[in-house]
């Protein structure tokens, strides 16, 4: 089991915040700055820049706190809400259920790196947190995403798999695409092994 939602959350926004989006927005801050102080013919660009720190860092703190929320809601096993950007589908595997549930848990690693939030084989049931890898496409791409398996068999060598792909937040309004791609990368890992 991972460890609690929280404490995740905290660590991947203070990772975030130090190592990509903090270093990023000093960065761009500066570079518009020494443009629009050549554009203007100032010659002191780094006064421009060093008084707009406070309003990168205040910027920073607003990106931390949506970064925690999305954080916090894709290690919580216990949200479940769903938004219009989550993708699903169903596959028929010709493999025994064991082999199938294994199969599962391995194809995660298709799509990023995994955290498993709930794994039960006697319910079918595999629901996992994927961040991007490696963990610098988090500035691009999403803050992670949910990946639910449902698993059942009702013959030896035959198991239906249920797959959703959904987004860290149920207020996503884009990302269906890069939802449809999760699915796919999965459906081709689970169908090349049967």
């Known amino acids: 089991m991972s460890a609690s939602p929280r ?3 905290i660590k991947y926004t203070a990772a975030y915040l130090l190592f990509f989006f903090l270093p990023f927005a000093l960065f761009i801050d500066y570079a518009l700055h020494a443009l629009l102080s050549r554009i203007i013919g100032m010659r002191r660009p780094f006064s421009l820049a060093a008084s707009s720190v406070g309003e990168t860092i205040g910027t920073g703190i607003c990106a931390g706190v949506i ?3 999305s954080f916090r809601s894709l290690f919580d096993p216990a949200y479940q809400r769903t938004s219009r950007v989550d993708r699903r589908t169903y596959l028929t595997l010709p493999l025994p259920y064991d082999v199938a549930f294994r199969r599962c848990l391995d194809s995660l ?3 990023g790196k995994p955290t498993i939030l709930l794994e039960s084989r006697a ?3 595999i629901d996992a947190a994927v961040l991007p890898s490696p963990f610098w496409k988090l500035i691009f791409l999403s803050f992670g995403d949910r990946v639910r398996f449902d698993l059942g068999s009702d013959t030896r060598c ?3 798999v249920k797959i959703v792909s959904r987004s860290s937040l149920s207020t996503a309004i884009i990302g269906s ?3 449809e791609r999760n699915i796919r990368q999965i459906a081709a890992f689970l169908q090349d092994a049967a």
Do not use: F, L, N
């Open 158 to 160: 035959e198991t239906v």
């Open 109 to 111: 690693q298709v799509v």
């Open 7 to 9: 404490r995740s959350a």
């Open 177 to 179: 695409r890069h939802h």
């Open 123 to 125: 319910q079918g049931v």
């Open 67 to 69: 970064a925690y929320i």
